[in-house]
């Protein structure tokens, strides 16, 4: 659903590339032209393990310039809650 949703931000001149990489890193989405990285976090994100490494991650990914938002995968699945939320 995300996908579906993200693709759509190419008639508003943004195109969205999945799993593109970020300096050493892998996102689940980018807008190079915003220098947007839009993550989507399953419930593995919950574990407090897994959230300290993506609190890593994103300070690492902010480092080289970009901004980073996070969806989590409840949100992610719902077209409407999506658009919502990037409008």
Do not use: C, N
Not at 43 to 63: A, F, N, P, S, Y
């Amino acid at each position: 659903m995300a996908w579906s949703v993200l693709r759509g931000l190419r008639e508003f001149g943004y195109p969205v590339r999945r799993q593109h990489p970020v300096g050493p890193y892998t996102v689940d989405f980018a807008i190079p032209k915003a220098r947007l990285v839009i993550e989507i976090d399953g419930g593995i994100h919950k574990l407090e393990e897994v959230r300290l490494r993506d609190v890593e991650r994103q300070k690492g990914i902010e480092t080289l310039g970009w901004r980073v938002i996070r969806f989590d995968a409840d949100t992610a699945m719902s077209g409407d809650h999506l658009w919502a939320a990037v409008a």
